[in-house]
């Protein structure tokens, strides 16, 4: 069975242009997460979906992040414009329905912002 | 709001040794508490997952208890090897979203 994929796994850009993160979860697993983890840190949830609804969105910053999951199977996650705070690694999970049940996470991508 | 605390920050054991790394969570009104190894440069691999109702979780050399009155887990690792040199991150799960702590990096030295 395969994993929680991601892409890029390593992305470099320049402040102020725009980036985008793709995750295709584990077939079968409804509910989709996005993580960001400082160095050092544990990860820190961004946004929560089940199926293709936004659940928990409190911690996305929303005046340059955003997130869909059009048809509640993959999901892309864009920063626009990136800053250089917003260097990090972006993690996906998906499990099978809510918190209650054990995540499973993506590789991640790490994004270096110049 | 829930806090997760990973004490110690870092560990430096011999192989061969077995070793505790500890977890506290401040909101004991949880479902589950998590075990997750970090290798670098990776992402996260689940390792033990103990539902609100359960003590403890067994896989292998690892056992990660749960004792939700003192808001504490732990995770118990017997004979210890160089590849499980890493960063170990436990997560609570409850009303509030998947909480980390910042994690235990563990290193066994052959």
């Known amino acids: 069975e395969a994993g929680v994929v991601q892409s890029p796994r390593y992305k470099i850009i320049e402040k102020k242009q725009p980036v985008a993160f793709w995750c295709n979860p584990i077939s079968g697993h409804n509910t989709l997460y996005w993580y960001l983890q400082n160095l050092g840190q544990g990860p820190e949830l961004l946004i929560r979906y089940e199926n293709e609804e936004a659940v928990d969105d409190s911690q996305l910053p929303k005046d340059r992040f955003s997130a869909e999951r059009l048809k509640g199977v993959d999901s892309t996650l864009k920063i626009q414009p990136a800053e250089l705070g917003d260097s990090a690694v972006y993690l996906c999970?998906?499990?099978?329905?809510?918190?209650?049940?054990?995540?499973?996470f993506g590789p991640g991508t790490r994004l270096t912002v110049l | 709001k829930q806090e997760v605390t990973q004490i110690p920050a870092a560990l430096s054991v011999p192989e061969g040794e077995n070793l505790v790394l500890n977890c506290s969570f401040t909101?004991?009104?949880?479902?589950?508490l998590q075990w997750f190894r970090q290798d670098p440069g990776k992402g996260l691999t689940s390792l033990l997952l103990?539902?609100?109702?359960?003590r403890e979780q067994t896989s292998g050399r690892l056992n990660a208890s749960l004792d939700k009155s003192s808001g504490r887990s732990t995770l118990y690792i017997a004979a210890s090897q160089p590849g499980d040199s890493a960063t170990y991150l436990c997560?609570?799960?409850?009303?509030?979203?998947?909480?980390f702590g910042k994690g235990t990096r563990l290193s066994v030295i052959a």
């Open positions: 999970a998906s499990s099978p329905a809510s918190s209650y049940n054990e995540q499973f």
């Open positions: 909101d004991s009104a949880i479902y589950n």
């Open positions: 103990i539902q609100s109702s359960q």
């Open positions: 997560a609570a799960s409850g009303n509030t979203p998947l909480v």
